[in-house]
Each structure stands twice: as structure tokens, then as C-alpha cells.
């Protein structure tokens, strides 16, 4: 498959990711979005099923927090991704690594970002959490097994009755430079 690769790292700032996330729907209009974000106390990747609107207490970076706790104001509660269950049944471990599918994503700013993306695209997004890299998860393996499981998103979103649903470009995320990671778009040419 012909990929045309776009990295972008996103701030942990819920007013900065808001402006970012809208502008990657509006502008690049992608298939998928695919956004990672690191789960220091998590021991597999986890596929995250869904994003909620509310319960946003923490601050960000720069001691923000949302209005109300909430996202979107008049948002849906709940926004579930329409590429992780299919992906996720496949749930071979990529590369020995462990994948989970998780139902709660931490109401910080990755799930923030991820409702914002799930509701812009119409649930063609995904999150995905990463462990810490390690001795037993070191750069290389995460990004091959991201590889592997973002292959399984694309191929799910090919499936018959899913492509009316989807539009023409797709979105997914890798490691960036430096062992971080960020979001990438990859459009079929």
C-alpha cells in the first residue's frame, strides 16, 4: 500500500489539541485518525474503545482545565471508534506484545483528543496507549506492532460495509523521531 506520511505531535493542552484536532478534520480531512499516547502504568497496548465528554478534572501542562469537565458543550456522552473492534479481534500479539482492548481512557488529554477526533471524523479514529519503552518494549518492536495493528485498522475500514461509512484519505500514528511518539497521517495515493 502507497502512503503519504504526515507526523504530528500534539501538546499535553487541552486548548492547543482542540484547535489542532479540528484543524486536522477540516484541513487534511483524513479516513483515520490514529492518535498514541503513552499509559505509564500500562503492561500491554491498549485499544481504546470509546471517549466520554465529560469528567475532564485534571489540568493540563499549563494548569488549564475544560469548562465544566466537558469536551464538547452539547456533545454526545460517549463516542465509540468504528475501527477498534474489528482490529481488535484480530488481537494477535504483534511482535510478542501484549494487546488489550481498554473501555476507559483516563479522562486526561488523550481522551479529550479522542473524543474531539472521534466526533469530527464520525468515530473514524482510534487511540491507542503504549507502555513506557523498556528493556522488553524498546522503540523498534512498539513501532512494528503499531504497524501491524494500524494495518488491521485500514483493513477493517476496507471491509464492504464499512466504506460508505469512511472517506477517501486515512489517518495513523507511529513513533516520531527521538523515540516519541505523535500523530501521522498516511493518505492512499
Known amino acids: ?15 492547543e489539541v482542540k484547535q489542532r484536532v479540528t484543524r486536522i478534520w477540516e484541513d487534511l480531512q483524513p479516513q483515520l485518525a490514529v492518535h498514541v499516547g503513552l499509559d505509564a502504568s500500562a503492561k500491554a497496548i491498549l485499544l481504546e474503545r470509546r471517549a466520554k465528554n465529560h469528567g475532564y478534572r ?7 482545565r475544560p469548562a465544566r469537565g466537558e469536551c464538547l458543550p452539547g456533545g454526545p456522552e460517549v463516542v465509540a471508534s468504528g475501527v ?12 510478542g506484545v501484549a494487546v488489550a482492548v481498554s473501555g ?3 479522562r486526561y488529554v488523550c481522551e479529550y483528543t ?3 477526533s472521534l466526533h469530527l471524523g464520525n468515530g473514524r479514529a482510534a487511540l491507542i496507549h503504549v507502555p513506557p ?4 518494549l524498546p522503540a523498534s ?10 494495518q488491521d485498522m485500514l483493513e477493517e475500514m476496507r471491509k464492504p460495509e464499512l466504506k460508505a461509512w469512511f472517506a477517501e484519505n486515512s489517518t495513523s500514528v507511529i513513533p516520531a ?3 516519541q511518539l505523535g500523530d501521522c497521517l498516511f493518505r492512499e495515493n
Open 58 to 64: 485534571d489540568a493540563d501542562v499549563r494548569g488549564f
Open 141 to 150: 518492536v512498539l513501532g512494528k506492532a503499531l504497524q501491524v495493528i494500524i
Open 104 to 106: 476507559d481512557a483516563g
Open 1 to 15: 500500500m502507497e502512503v503519504e506520511l504526515r507526523i504530528l505531535q500534539l501538546p499535553v493542552d487541552y486548548r
Open 84 to 95: 477498534i473492534a474489528g482490529a481488535a479481534s484480530k488481537r494477535a500479539a504483534p511482535e
Open 133 to 136: 519503552l523498556s528493556h522488553w
Open 177 to 179: 523521531q527521538g523515540g
Open 114 to 116: 479522542y473524543y474531539l
